[in-house]
């Protein structure tokens, strides 16, 4: 079994590490989660299914409130712009690369 150096952190840090990326989530509304997926393959949604994935008692819809500050519908509402058929090809393409990682 390969050990990864992020296992080893404190989970402290690493809490304290995810509460910064989420604020700067929540700060940067130009970031669109149709880029952070065509570039990362993940976004503020992922975020919200993998802390329920880590135990979070509440469901889709209140882990989404969570990550994006507000409930998810508002956010959209004020921030989300209309995917660009570019856009959308260059999520499929990283998706991919997502394939057997977890």
């Given at each position: 079994m390969d050990t990864n150096?992020?296992?080893t952190l404190p989970d402290s840090v690493a809490a304290a590490a995810f509460r910064r990326l989420v604020k700067h989530l929540q700060h940067r509304h130009d970031a669109q989660?149709?880029?952070l997926m065509g570039l990362s393959g993940f976004c503020r949604n992922c975020l919200a299914d993998w802390i329920i994935?880590?135990?979070f008692a509440g469901d889709?819809?209140?882990a989404r409130e969570v990550i994006h500050?507000?409930?998810a519908a508002e956010w959209k509402a004020r921030y989300q712009t209309e995917a660009t058929p570019e856009q959308l090809a260059r999520m499929e393409e990283s998706l991919k690369k997502n394939a057997g990682h977890r």
């Open positions: 150096a992020i296992d989660n149709i880029d994935e880590g135990g889709k819809a209140a500050g507000l409930p």
